[in-house]
């Protein structure tokens, strides 16, 4: 009782905000990311000026095709940020850090089982010190043959706060590096660590040749980024705060409300909504986050619910990318 009333400020502490959740960086940013990491937008500020502070990426031509893969009414694409460990950056204590080892230890060999069962693919995004922390998660990933890994950065560092393009750059650089050598094949796609874009990151992702980004939330269906009014040839797949377990589960939202059932009900009202729409539904998972007994009973379920429709086409976001801009017209 005394060792953990001790513990409790040091976790809050070293806990960081989660991967896919912007609303969750306050905290995070406001140690981090410098002053002058873009240009406010002011009373004083001119048209142009305002256009210019947010064209970076911009929602372009959208890209949901007309007929999706065997006659298909739409697409799902299961992912999960295999943060663990580096969620913890900030104090790395043993406690807070167990939190994440979670997600290797026992979270992944779940939800890979759990995909096998359904025979479905899944994209994974890890860091590439994930990778190096459990050398034993990218053989089982790529083992099944049908998953794909994507980039999540080097140490899940959040881009803004770094504030020199040439250091981003390099560390863009050596993470698909590392993740393709350790999974013996270049990545296709990128998703910022904690949503983090500073004003060079999709530059630096358009110039890295990635065939999608998947860290904005325009939107609810794919479309090719434009970048100061220009189209980028980049095709996003936008995530979405409402379909993303950290909100619900995460240290922010103290993994207390609402309950599993819960959670399962919002997944089912946003995919039934795209199925209605025929358009995408991406979910977004952390592994020691939703990878818990009680959440992925509810994934299992959901999985299931979405695989009843029967004319659902399961796909990783590679996949659906290549697709897209394939059909654009
Ligand atoms: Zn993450």
Redesign the pocket.
């Known amino acids: 009782m005394c060792s953990t009333s001790r513990l409790a400020p040091l976790m809050l502490i070293g806990l960081l905000a989660?991967?896919?959740a912007p609303s969750a960086q306050p905290a995070q940013t406001s140690r981090q990311q410098p002053a002058a990491a873009a240009n406010p937008i002011t009373v004083d500020s001119t048209e142009e000026q305002i256009r210019q502070a947010v064209g970076t990426a911009r929602v372009g031509r959208k890209l949901t095709p007309k007929v999706w893969p065997n006659g298909a009414r739409m697409a799902v694409c299961l992912s999960f940020?295999?943060?663990n460990e580096?969620?913890q950056r900030a104090n790395p204590l043993p406690v807070p850090l167990s939190v994440g080892e979670y997600g290797a230890t026992t979270s992944l060999p779940r939800i890979l089982e759990l995909l096998d069962r359904h025979g479905v693919p899944a994209t994974f995004?890890i860091?590439a010190m994930g990778v190096m922390l459990h050398p034993e998660m990218v053989p089982a990933i790529v083992a099944r043959g049908r998953h794909e890994i994507g980039v999540?950065?080097w140490i899940?560092e959040f881009w803004p706060a770094i504030g020199d393009t040439a250091k981003e750059q390099r560390l863009l650089a050596q993470s698909i590096e590392y993740l393709t050598k350790a999974t013996g094949k270049r990545p296709a796609g990128v998703?910022a660590?904690?949503s983090g874009f500073g004003p060079q990151t999709f530059d630096l992702i358009r110039k890295a040749g990635f065939l999608y980004d998947s860290s904005l939330l325009a939107a609810d269906e794919p479309y090719e980024i434009t970048s100061n009014g220009q189209p980028s040839g980049v095709i996003e797949l936008p995530i979405s705060e409402v379909g993303n377990d950290y909100v619900y589960y995460g240290e922010t939202a103290n993994g207390s409300l609402p309950s599993p059932d819960a959670v399962f009900e919002i997944y089912k009202a946003e995919f039934d909504l795209a199925f209605q729409e025929r358009t995408m539904f991406i979910l977004t998972q952390?592994p020691h986050v939703g990878g818990r007994r009680s959440r992925i009973v509810q994934l299992d379920r959901l999985i299931t619910y979405m695989k009843s429709r029967k004319d659902v086409w399961f796909a990783t976001m590679e996949q659906v990318a290549t697709y897209v801009k394939q059909q654009r017209s």
């Open positions: 989660g991967c896919s940020d295999v943060d580096l969620l995004f860091p999540h950065g899940h998703r660590p904690s952390h």
